[in-house]
C-alpha cells in the first residue's frame, strides 16, 4: 500500500535555528503533499499544500516565510521552520493523496515531534 | 474551513463497555472520514462514509452517516484497551487536505 516516509521523527533545536523535515512518497507520485500542525491535546490542524512544480498555499495565520515548504520531486516535500522559537514546538505531519489509489483517502508520515529550547 | 465539531472530548470506560464519538456539521458534508491516533503516533485511516445514511462496519467498529450528510458517529462495541487513543472524523475539502474535528480521546481501564 501507499506509504509516506517522513524524517526526522524527533528533533530539539535552540531557538533561533531551523529545522528542515522531509515528506517522501514511497511508492507513488504525489503531486500534492499536505503539511499539519498538532499541538498537544489538540487536533491536526492544515497549515499549506505543498505542490509540485509551484508555490505552496498557505492556510490563514500560517506565516510563509517562517515555514517554508519546497517540493522538489513528484516523491519529495521538505518543511522548513526557520528561525525556530519554542512556540514552534509542536508535532508535524505530512500526508499525501494517493491519486493512483482510491481519492480522498490519505496516507500520513510517522511525524516529526519539535522541541524548541 | 469551518471545523467539524466532536463530542465527547474525552471518555473513560471499564474495559467491556462500549463507545461512542459522535461529529457535527452545520453544513452539509461531501464525505466524512474516521481515522485513529494512539498516543504518540499518527493518524490511521479507518474509513470513509460518502453516502447518506451509510453505515459501515469493522468488527467492533460501527460507523454511520446521517441522512442529512450533517453528522456521524463511530460505534465501539465492547471496548478493549487497545482500543485506547484518539479518534477525529475529518473531511476533505476540494483540495482534498483534511478538515479534522477535535478528536475524542478514549481511555480504557481494564
Known amino acids: 500500500g501507499a506509504v509516506v516516509s517522513q524524517h526526522p521523527s524527533w528533533v530539539i533545536c535552540k531557538s533561533g535555528t531551523s529545522v528542515k523535515i522531509e515528506c517522501r512518497s514511497l511508492?507513488?507520485?504525489?503531486?500534492?503533499m499536505f503539511w499539519y500542525r498538532q499541538f498537544p491535546k489538540q487536533s491536526l490542524m492544515l497549515m499549506a499544500t505543498?505542490?509540485?512544480?509551484?508555490?505552496?498555499?498557505?492556510e490563514q495565520g500560517v506565516e510563509k516565510d517562517k515555514f517554508l515548504i519546497n517540493h522538489a520531486s513528484l516523491t519529495l516535500s521538505t518543511l522548513t521552520v526557520t528561525s525556530a522559537h519554542p512556540e514552534d514546538s509542536s508535532f508535524y505531519i505530512c500526508s499525501a493523496p494517493p491519486t493512483v489509489l482510491a481519492k480522498n483517502i490519505q496516507y500520513f508520515g510517522a511525524g516529526t515531534r519539535l522541541s524548541v529550547l | 474551513g469551518q471545523q467539524v465539531m466532536q463530542i465527547p472530548q474525552y471518555q473513560h470506560v471499564q474495559e467491556g463497555e462500549d463507545f461512542t464519538t459522535y461529529c457535527n456539521s452545520s453544513t452539509t458534508l461531501s464525505n466524512i472520514q474516521w481515522y485513529k491516533q494512539r498516543p504518540g503516533g499518527h493518524p490511521v485511516f479507518l474509513i470513509q462514509l460518502v453516502k447518506s445514511g451509510e453505515v459501515k462496519k469493522q468488527k467492533r467498529l460501527t460507523f454511520q452517516f446521517g441522512e442529512a450528510k450533517k453528522n456521524s458517529s463511530l460505534h465501539i462495541t465492547a471496548t478493549q484497551t487497545t482500543d485506547v487513543g484518539t479518534y477525529f472524523c475529518a473531511e476533505t475539502n476540494s483540495g482534498y487536505a483534511l478538515n479534522f474535528g477535535k478528536g475524542t480521546s478514549l481511555l480504557v481501564t481494564p
Open positions: 511508492d507513488f507520485q504525489a503531486t500534492t
Open positions: 505543498s505542490n509540485e512544480g509551484s508555490k505552496a498555499t498557505y
